[in-house]
């Protein structure tokens, strides 16, 4: 499992560095293109556009199977690494049914709509820009069995009952 994770880690660590990188040089590419030519790039801004939406549904898979959401640990930093374990899980299935019903479901939904849709500067189809979503919902309900699993073995090891006491 622990393989899985890493493997699945480095994939996106890659891929979203690599939309970043492209988007910087599209980003200077248009700077240079309208100031020093003279001359608008025609692509850049739709690209720039499209890529925001995959990096960010992208970094919010990563994020959440790093456990780094934005989240309010006040109450759960004062209680019991059982109760922690517990809060974890709800927290989990909760990420799994917001994955299933919105990113899933809506985003297939979404992209089937408009897939006759075509960007006008790139001319793709924008039921691919929208496949986003549903990539993302898959890849959060990878990381958040992996997280309930662990979870699942911190509430069983005997530390965890150990430190209750």
């Given at each position: 499992?622990?393989?899985?994770?890493?493997?699945?880690?480095?994939?996106l660590?890659?891929?979203?560095?690599?939309?970043?990188?492209?988007?910087?040089?599209?980003?200077?590419?248009?700077?240079?293109?309208?100031?020093?030519?003279?001359?608008?790039?025609?692509?850049t801004?739709?690209?720039?556009?499209?890529?925001?939406?995959?990096?960010?549904?992208?970094?919010?898979?990563?994020?959440?199977?790093?456990?780094?959401?934005?989240?309010?640990?006040?109450l759960?930093?004062?209680?019991?690494?059982?109760?922690?374990?517990?809060?974890?899980?709800?927290?989990?299935?909760?990420?799994?049914?917001?994955?299933?019903?919105?990113?899933?479901?809506?985003?297939?939904?979404?992209?089937?709509?408009?897939?006759?849709?075509?960007?006008?500067?790139?001319?793709?189809?924008m039921?691919?820009?929208?496949?986003?979503l549903?990539?993302?919902?898959?890849?959060?309900?990878?990381?958040?069995?992996?997280?309930?699993i662990?979870?699942?073995?911190?509430?069983?090891?005997?530390?965890?009952?150990?430190?209750?006491?």
């Amino acid at each position: 499992m622990e393989l899985i994770r890493k493997w699945l880690d480095r994939v996106l660590e890659v891929v979203c560095c690599l939309v970043l990188a492209m988007m910087v040089a599209v980003s200077c590419w248009q700077v240079i293109s309208r100031y020093i030519v003279g001359q608008p790039s025609t692509i850049t801004e739709e690209l720039l556009r499209f890529s925001l939406v995959w990096i960010s549904m992208l970094g919010m898979a990563y994020v959440a199977g790093k456990q780094q959401h934005i989240s309010l640990t006040i109450l759960v930093d004062k209680v019991s690494p059982r109760l922690r374990s517990i809060w974890l899980i709800i927290l989990q299935l909760t990420f799994v049914a917001f994955s299933v019903w919105i990113l899933i479901i809506g985003g297939l939904k979404i992209s089937s709509i408009s897939m006759l849709q075509v960007s006008p500067a790139l001319g793709i189809p924008m039921g691919q820009v929208y496949y986003a979503l549903p990539i993302a919902g898959v890849l959060i309900i990878i990381y958040s069995v992996m997280n309930i699993i662990d979870a699942l073995k911190a509430l069983s090891s005997p530390y965890s009952q150990h430190a209750e006491k």
